[in-house]
């Protein structure tokens, strides 16, 4: 059993990732979004539900299979990240279609947003009622159209809110699309493992 256990490599743990936490708030995230603004029978609401869902499930089912495969692990880690690049042009799409305003990677209520480090959706809600509240996202700032509606200023930060989730998933991703190259680089895949342990076996 001893040398089976080191045949399959260490694998799951992934809700110990940190790029899982973020994704799964995205997920959440969207959700709420989706039954707030965006219409019921949609499709562009399923399809953004199903892209947020598949960041997730890809970093799991990936984490699950890097035992055996660290090749299936990157291929699934890459899925995860294309699926959150297609929720992130919903978003966009969301904006731009609306008149809305699409806010800087470095705007102040984006730094906000990520520097409370919320963990649930009921957190990033609080923030949008904040911003909102507080007129931190300013005139200056709000498109025209979102000024005269209450509910498209709220659509409009939490959109925004959404994104700033979403490029934080992604940079973690990438980072860790990075370290599973260099780990398929330096261990090799699960037939090259199986190779090492027979031929360690047979020099005892």
């Known amino acids: 059993m001893a040398e089976f256990e080191r045949v399959i490599g260490k694998h799951g743990g992934y809700r110990r990732l940190k790029s899982f936490q973020v994704a799964q708030l995205v997920y959440d995230v969207t959700v709420r979004f989706c039954e707030r603004y965006i219409e019921k029978f949609s499709r562009t609401r399923d399809q953004m ?17 890097s035992g055996t495969s660290k090749k ?4 699934l880690t890459s899925v995860a990240r294309a699926s959150l690049e297609e929720l ?14 699409q806010w800087d990677r470095d705007d102040a209520c984006r730094a906000r947003l990520i520097g409370r480090r919320p963990t649930s959706a009921a957190e990033v809600a609080e923030w949008v009622e904040e911003e909102y509240k507080n007129g931190r996202t300013g005139h200056a700032k709000m498109s025209t159209k979102s000024m005269s509606s209450t509910p498209s200023i709220y659509s409009e930060i939490a959109a925004n809110g959404a994104l700033a989730l979403i490029a934080a998933a992604t940079t973690l991703l990438e ?3 990075s370290a599973q190259e260099e780990a398929f680089k330096r261990e090799g895949g699960f037939t090259e493992r199986m190779y090492r342990v027979r031929q360690k076996s047979r020099r005892r």
Do not use: C, W
């Open 72 to 75: 299936t692990e990157l291929k």
């Open 88 to 101: 992130r042009l919903d978003y966009e799409d969301f904006l731009r279609q609306r008149g809305l305003r």
């Open 49 to 65: 539900v199903q892209a947020a869902r598949s960041g997730v499930q890809n970093i799991a089912e990936g984490s699950q299979a």
């Open 175 to 177: 980072r860790q699309m």
